[in-house]
């Protein structure tokens, strides 16, 4: 599938979706009406910047808070869930505010917010949470930093622990190929703002208050995103259509590759998806051909197993944490591509 390079595409992934929309235009039966509501979320760009993010019913304003710069504008929603926002207003000199400078985004308020500053690297954020997260295990896939190989810490298990409203997490760490890496063990953090801190430390963890989660390690080091340990029925997940982004990281020139896509239940298979890519999100336009995303086996650890397959005949094999969040399924999941570069594949249920 080609790739779609997106000036500023943003996906908010979530437990419900709520599709925004700035300006209604009657003529034009692929914009949508606009949702209520004004969602805060906080996350993390490689290679360490932190963002805070705030979606009203028409506008979005985004602010860099490592290195002070903020970004806001209106926007409009379109049918395929996708959604076009102008810049108008920002701080950077590097950006227009004359209405060139565009905005694509996706919205599912209350869980993820993604965001791709056009040739810049993806930022993962997480909707900002007004309650401290439970104890209880969790599973991740990682994001990947400069450096990242196959034989790096992909994907991971975590034990947290709370007591007096002080946390700590003990993890355990797998390569790609599900070779165990590492363990750590952190503690002594703290909730506030919707993130679990520690002074002195630059580990985030940006909570949602569907349960999903989102980390950053720190300038340089990348960051992860995953959810409670749950048990979950492939063939129901298999079921369901889906929307949000498969990105490509270039440990090269450290940019991501970025595509908007979707995927539905596989005609012929109960435990597949079937993905494709949009040519158009304005006029919901799909590019021909697609890939079959199989799911493998549930392990011990809650990690799932998947191969997704493409038309010519090649695959890869991906990693996935697969979770019911707000009664909707979120798949995310880690991978190489045939190039030696990692893969996310981040999609909710539609």
Avoid at 121 to 145: E, Q
Avoid at 147 to 176: C, K, N, P
């Amino acid at each position: 599938m080609k790739k779609i390079s997106f000036l500023f595409a943003i996906a908010l992934i979530a437990g419900a979706i709520v599709i925004g929309c700035g300006q209604q235009t009657a003529t034009n039966s692929n914009i949508i009406d606009a949702r209520t509501g004004t969602y805060s979320y906080f996350g993390t760009q490689s290679p360490g910047d932190a963002w805070s993010w705030m979606i009203t019913s028409s506008t979005f304003i985004g602010t860099n808070e490592t290195l002070g710069k903020y970004y806001s504008g209106t926007y409009t929603a379109y049918v395929s869930g996708f959604n076009k926002g102008v810049i108008t207003a920002t701080n950077d000199p590097a950006v227009p505010t004359d209405g060139t400078a565009t905005a694509y985004f996706l919205e599912y308020p209350n869980t993820m917010l993604l965001i791709s500053p056009g040739g810049q690297n993806l930022i993962v954020c997480a909707a900002s949470a007004a309650t401290a997260p439970p104890a209880g295990l969790y599973n991740f896939i990682n994001i990947p930093w400069p450096g990242w190989t196959a034989y790096s810490q992909s994907y991971g298990t975590v034990e947290v622990r709370e007591s007096g409203g002080i946390y700590g997490f003990g993890a355990l760490l797998y390569d790609l190929y599900g070779n165990p890496v590492a363990g750590t063990l952190e503690s002594g953090f703290s909730f506030s703002n919707g993130r679990l801190i520690k002074a002195g430390n630059p580990l985030q963890i940006f909570m949602t208050p569907s349960g999903a989660f989102f980390g950053d390690n720190g300038a340089g080091s990348g960051g992860f995103c995953g959810a409670a340990k749950q048990t979950v029925d492939v063939t129901a997940a298999a079921a369901k259509q889906y929307r949000g982004v498969l990105l490509s990281y270039d440990t090269g020139t450290h940019h991501d590759l970025i595509q908007a896509v979707g995927a539905e239940p596989h005609p012929g298979l109960t435990n597949a998806l079937r993905g494709f890519g949009f040519d158009n999100v304005e006029t919901n336009t799909r590019q021909t051909g697609g890939v079959t995303l199989e799911f493998g086996a549930q392990q011990p650890n809650g990690i799932i197993s998947g191969i997704m397959r493409y038309d010519d005949g090649t695959s890869d094999s991906f990693n996935m944490v697969i979770a019911t969040l707000g009664g909707k399924y979120v798949v995310l999941g880690i991978s190489v591509d045939k190039h030696g570069r990692p893969q996310n594949f981040l999609v909710v249920e539609k």
